[in-house]
């Protein structure tokens, strides 16, 4: 029905504008000269002049998004561990033998032989006598006499006095206040848009009345239409596009920030002050005086004399005379003699290998999935229209 209204509508707008319009008319009739008829009755008719108009309808589009997931995926892992291998090797151990031989040799033995020869002597004895005999000396003895004496002395004795005096001092006192601070915690978001189209401009026919006379013949009616045509410009907006883009999302907070400042007072406070005099003070001090006399003082001491008077005696002594003779005599001595020979062994060690071993792991990893939804899509056609104008005709 809109394709045939769009292919019909030129037509029968022209034939309106054929009925409708009126013009200058000449014709000749016989040969006749040229006439004008009288006026006609104005008869007011309704037309309908073609114009495209933009008509809009929202549909549901579908828009698929991959969307990335994050899933979690086992794998095997090789991994080495170090283990220890008993290996077997053969050494050489050297193996030492020790064996003895006889060699005799021949050897000079002292032999000691004591014989007792007897010695007479004479040796000077001492013999010893003790006498306790009396010394009578005198000696001077101290006497030590004490006596007490006065001593009179000036000392200057501190007499201290307290005053309160006003001191001004400085304090500082702490002020808080609370103000208010906006912060934007907004992030962006990925929004579809619907940008309208752009509107451009067009030429459409319009119906015009070019001779602009009420006469009515036939045969000149259509050359007057044929010689004149009237455009007009017509503003037509194409259709909206939908446009992805990020936009922001506002989201303030207030948040209350605490503020503590210090104001200087300055104070008076009662302060002692402590102010020393020196004031002279007579003190009496008893110092004691030691005199010392000597005195004689007769003693007696006992003293024992000893005296020594040597006596001839007579001893005998028994003197070893020791001699001494070598003798040959015959050993036998071992004599050791080692010998080393290698001898081939078998030992064990612990050798370190590296062994493989797969171990299951957890990773992560990114899946991408087609994720379809439903969008509402404004879409816009132009549709011709009618548009009434009122033509006077005769």
């Given at each position: 029905m809109l394709k045939f209204l769009r292919l019909s509508c030129p037509f029968a707008g022209a034939a309106l504008v054929l009925v409708v319009l009126a013009g200058e008319a000449r014709a000749t009739y016989g040969g006749g000269a040229h006439w004008r008829c009288t006026p006609a009755p104005v008869i007011q008719t309704q037309c309908n002049v073609v114009a495209l108009a933009p008509q809009c309808?929202?549909?549901?589009?579908?828009?698929?998004?991959?969307?990335?997931?994050?899933?979690?995926?086992?794998?095997?892992?090789?991994?080495y561990r170090q283990a220890f291998q008993t290996e077997q090797y053969t050494v050489m151990r050297p193996v030492r033998e020790t064996t003895y031989v006889a060699r005799n040799y021949t050897v000079m033995k002292p032999v000691y032989q004591t014989v007792n020869h007897q010695r007479r002597y004479t040796v000077m004895k001492p013999v010893y006598q003790t006498?306790?005999?009396?010394?009578?000396?005198?000696?001077?003895?101290?006497?030590?006499?004490?006596?007490?004496?006065?001593?009179?002395?000036?000392?200057?004795?501190?007499?201290?006095?307290?005053?309160?005096?006003?001191?001004?001092?400085?304090?500082?006192?702490?002020?808080?206040?609370?103000?208010?601070?906006?912060?934007?915690?907004?992030?962006?978001?990925?929004?579809?848009?619907?940008?309208?189209?752009?509107?451009?401009?067009?030429?459409v026919r319009i119906p015009v009345d070019p001779c602009n006379s009420?006469?009515?013949?036939?045969?000149?009616?259509?050359?007057?239409?044929?010689?004149?045509?009237?455009?007009?410009?017509?503003?037509?907006?194409?259709?909206?596009?939908?446009?992805?883009?990020?936009a922001f999302v506002s989201r303030p907070v207030v948040r209350n920030i605490t503020e503590t400042r210090y104001v200087t007072e300055?104070?008076?406070?009662?302060?002692?002050?402590?102010?020393?005099?020196?004031?002279?003070?007579?003190?009496?001090?008893n110092i004691p005086v030691t005199t010392c006399t000597m005195v004689a003082e007769e003693r007696v001491e006992p003293?024992?004399?000893?005296?020594?008077?040597?006596?001839?005696?007579?001893?005998?002594?028994?003197?070893?005379?020791?001699?001494?003779?070598?003798?040959?005599?015959?050993?036998?001595?071992?004599?050791?003699v080692t010998t080393c020979r290698m001898v081939a062994e078998?030992?064990?060690?612990?050798?370190?290998?590296?062994?493989?071993?797969?171990?299951?792991?957890?990773?992560?990893?990114?899946?991408a999935r087609v994720v379809a939804?439903?969008?509402?899509?404004?879409s816009c056609t132009m549709v011709p229209v009618a548009v009434p104008a009122c033509l006077a005709c005769p």
């Open positions: 309808e929202t549909v549901a589009q579908t828009v698929y998004e991959t969307v990335y997931e994050t899933q979690p995926h086992t794998v095997m892992e090789t991994r006498q306790r005999m009396e010394r009578r000396y005198t000696v001077m003895k101290p006497v030590y006499q004490t006596v007490n004496q006065q001593r009179r002395y000036t000392v200057m004795k501190p007499v201290y006095q307290t005053t309160m005096v006003e001191q001004p001092y400085t304090v500082c006192r702490p002020v808080t206040t609370v103000r208010q601070v906006v912060e934007e915690t907004g992030y962006y978001e990925r929004q579809m848009v619907t940008v309208p189209g752009p509107v451009i401009e067009r030429q009420c006469e009515r013949p036939r045969k000149k009616l259509f050359g007057c239409l044929h010689k004149k045509k009237a455009f007009a410009t017509v503003a037509i907006q194409c259709p909206p596009r939908n446009v992805c883009q990020t300055t104070m008076t406070r009662q302060v002692p002050v402590q102010t020393c005099t020196m004031v002279a003070e007579e003190r009496v001090e003293y024992e004399v000893r005296t020594c008077t040597m006596v001839a005696e007579e001893r005998v002594e028994n003197v070893p005379v020791t001699t001494c003779s070598m003798v040959a005599e015959q050993r036998t001595e071992n004599i050791p078998t030992a064990t060690r612990q050798v370190p290998v590296c062994v493989p071993e797969q171990v299951p792991v957890t990773v992560n990893r990114t899946v939804r439903q969008v509402p899509v404004q």
